[in-house]
């Protein structure tokens, strides 16, 4: 945990802090981690969030990659049931960030299963990455332009993209991330883009002698009637 602020350990995480695995932990009756690593297999088990031993070797491998499986502590959450849809959502989202990579959910509760004895399963994969998510937020609307407008580029080490398409709605639908965490309740990065879209659409109408021609006032909110955006920030 906190691996991400040498900023050289990786580059994509989820969250602020660092310390998501000890917090899934803290709210567990049970977790196990199961490491692949230099051909070696480690594992260690915690309860209610403390080691149950030190961490051993368990054998070898050719591989590597991590298995953390956990079972939330019921004396802390009312309802441990998860939710297949919201799980699925998340992960073609983070599909969508993080191009390139693969993701693979399945559901094999029994309550689940259809009447084949199916599971419930998908798997994401994006190689446009923010492009097609922004195609795919706007799959229902009448596309005004053809080709999702693309931003990708990086100030003071920060890596910034932005995928933006307008559509012939009045309304604004604009997705922001920090880390891949979806920032509801906005940000910096939020208004940033809205006063530069603003500024750059207005600047262009006025220099092009457009608003003068057709004898209208814009406003800000005005550029952005009929814009779906992802905005994304690491």
Do not use: W
């Amino acid at each position: 945990a906190g691996g991400k602020f040498d900023k050289d350990t990786y580059k994509v995480s989820g969250g602020l802090h660092g310390v998501g695995v000890s917090c899934v932990n803290a709210l567990s009756s049970d977790l196990s981690a199961i490491v692949h690593r230099d051909g070696k297999i480690y594992q260690q088990e915690y309860k209610i969030g403390k080691p149950q031993y030190d961490v051993k070797e368990i054998g070898t491998t050719d591989v590597t990659g991590t298995i953390v499986t956990f079972k939330p502590d019921e004396s802390i959450f009312e309802n441990t049931e998860y939710s297949y849809e919201t799980l699925s959502a998340r992960m073609r989202e983070l599909a969508f960030l993080n191009k390139g990579i693969t993701i693979y959910i399945e559901d094999r509760r029994e309550s689940s299963k259809d009447e084949e004895g199916n599971s419930p399963k998908e798997t994401f994969h994006s190689e446009g990455g923010l492009k097609e998510f922004a195609q795919y937020l706007d799959k229902n609307r009448e596309a005004l332009i053809e080709d999702v407008i693309y931003i990708d580029g990086e100030k003071d080490g920060i890596p910034v993209e932005v995928a933006m398409v307008y559509n012939t709605s009045y309304t604004e639908n604009i997705q922001a991330y920090v880390n891949n965490i979806n920032t509801h309740e906005g940000g910096t990065h939020l208004s940033g883009f809205r006063m530069g879209l603003t500024r750059t659409l207005k600047k262009y109408a006025d220099e092009s002698g457009m608003l003068a021609k057709e004898k209208i006032e814009v406003s800000g909110d005005d550029f952005r009637e009929g814009l779906t955006a992802v905005v994304s920030v690491k």
